[in-house]
């Protein structure tokens, strides 16, 4: 048995969420917020069969697709980090995935 951790940004939990719940997983969703840009993230916790992992993050990498946003000079980033000529374009979405083996799981 495998516990799926993954990081999503908010924009994509919907449709990753609906998707594993299609497929029957069991989810539970998290709110988190990123380090880096402080913006707000999904955890997600899966369990899964370990033959069914791989279908897991497929489904995950699917609807967690990258972008580019270009990020707001009104973020507080630290002192000499804003250029407030031209707004910092970053990358956002994608996934951060963990998979960890489980010794037991119980449902009470």
Not at 22 to 36: A, H, I, M, R, W
Not at 100 to 107: A, C, E, N, T
Request: with cysteine; net charge negative; aromatic share 6%.
């Amino acid at each position: 048995m495998k516990l799926i951790v993954a990081i999503i940004n908010n924009d994509d939990c919907i449709a990753v969420t609906s998707a594993l719940t299609k497929e029957n997983y069991s989810v539970t969703k998290l709110s988190t917020t990123g380090g880096f840009l402080l913006t707000g993230n999904t955890t997600l916790l899966i369990g899964s069969e370990d033959e069914k992992v791989e279908q897991v993050e497929d489904i995950i990498q699917y609807y967690s697709k990258s972008r580019k946003s270009v990020l707001s000079t009104d973020n507080s980033m630290g002192i000499g980090l804003q250029n407030n000529d031209v707004p910092p374009e970053v990358h956002i979405g994608g996934a951060t995935v963990f998979v960890l083996s489980i010794d037991r799981m119980r449902k009470f």
